[in-house]
């Protein structure tokens, strides 16, 4: 059949026949490339639906489609009729499951093997791409998800959800976004939102679906970030103002001792060092060097020092600084 791209081995061309029945796959190899268009679809052609699977549903369950693109309106159920809060025989668990796409790539309507029909559940690991909306749900456990820092859903703990899954997720707005956390002071299952530990109401960016040893890290606050970096700035500065008092100091000193002479008695001429001068200078060396530089050194660096580790770096006790720089509720790896 000319004009149309068949999928090898390894390749993702745009028409698959990989799983057509083979009924479907003689027509269109024997049809011009007009009526295989016809057949596969190509604009507005009435096609077979041969790469759309029948959707098992259960008595509770309705559904709209067209094709392999279905809309499921029932209650939680994640794969066959004995899963899920559905299949727990729980209340207050309605869910909307919009898919395009069940079995993505191995969809197909009849099994090329047998010639049977197919029937599929949900798979929501498989399926091409989901919205889910449920009203008491395990979604952390139905897609697979790590704990993070924020913690999981489960079986015990059912919640209310929105999951989005597919290749690719774009979110777009033409002003912003805004992804907010713990803005109700009950869940969907009227268990009251607890004040005394937070930590889970953050939000976590995992990549890979890792949160293994040391990979899950508090994202940092910029501006505090930026404010700590400048207070460092500003202790440097003060630690070279230090330095510089001292080597002038000692510079003086130094000068002091090396120019300095003595007066003979016999007939006014010089001879050994001034100690008197020198002396002078040494005292005076001595007493700047204390207050400019030992003191400085000695008392307020250290406190400059814990100061800034209080406000920026540290929790200790669970209770950080007013400027603490690493995010209390939201991580990354």
Known sequence: MSGFEIESENSHAGISEKNMPAADKEEVQQSTPAAAAQIHGVGSGDTTHWDAPRLILARNEEAVGKGNAWIRFGKDRPGNLLTGESGRGSSHCAAVDIV???????????????????????????????????????????????KGNVGNTSTNRPVSTVALKADTVRIMARENIKLVTRMDQFNAQSGKMANTFTGTYGIDLIGMNDDGPGMMQPLVKGHHLAMCLDDMIKLLEVIVTIL?????????FKNAVQKHTHMSPFYGTETAPDFKATLMTGVK???????????????????????????????????????????KYNSTN
């Not at 049977?116 to 897609?143: E, T």
């Not at 510089?244 to 003086?252: G, I, P, Q």
């Open 100 to 146: 395009a796409g069940y079995s993505a790539w191995m969809a197909t309507k009849v099994n090329p093997k047998t010639g049977k029909n197919v029937y599929v559940d949900p798979d929501f690991k498989v399926d091409a791409a989901r919205i889910y909306l449920s009203q008491k749900a395990n979604p952390d456990g139905y897609f697979g998800l790590v």
């Open 244 to 252: 510089e008092n001292f080597f002038k100091y000692d510079r003086d």
């Open 285 to 327: 060396t001595a007493i700047a060097s204390t207050l400019n530089v030992d003191l400085p050194l000695a008392l307020n660096f250290p406190l400059d020092v814990t100061a800034l580790r209080s406000d920026y770096l540290t929790d200790e006790g669970g209770v950080p600084g007013p400027k603490y720089i690493l995010s």
